[in-house]
């Protein structure tokens, strides 16, 4: 059973950063890419940023040139960075594994409110 835990969300100013991580186990990470989703109250949920098996990203409009996702592939870690956090940030982040059948983990929220 692949298991994907995320961490690292919280209480943040408007303009603050935050980092959440994503630990993977039973699956051979490196091989796989890796998203990070997000769902604020009352919408849908959305992709926010992926990182491919060789290390390639894309990003949301609403994120880019404030968002940085990374892989340890020795940690079995995907990692979001998230600078100039704005109010409409807030929601609750998910790391998903990008295979076919698609495994989520339980969520983090991120709450940006001053």
């Known amino acids: 059973q692949v298991q994907l835990v995320e961490s690292g969300g919280g209480l943040v100013q408007p303009g603050g950063s935050l980092r959440l991580s994503c630990a993977a186990s039973?699956?051979?990470?490196?091989?796989?890419?890796m998203g990070w989703y997000r769902q604020a109250p009352g919408k849908q949920r959305e992709l926010v940023a992926l990182i491919t098996s060789g290390g390639s990203t894309n990003y949301a409009d609403s994120v880019k040139g404030r968002a940085t996702i990374s892989r340890d592939n020795a940690k079995n870690t995907v990692y979001l960075q998230m600078n100039s956090l704005k109010p409409e940030d807030t929601a609750v982040y998910y790391c998903?594994?990008?295979?076919?059948?698609?495994?989520w983990g339980q969520g983090t929220q991120v709450t940006v409110s001053s």
């Open positions: 998903k594994l990008m295979t076919p059948k698609g495994y």
């Open positions: 039973r699956i051979i990470f490196s091989r796989n890419t």
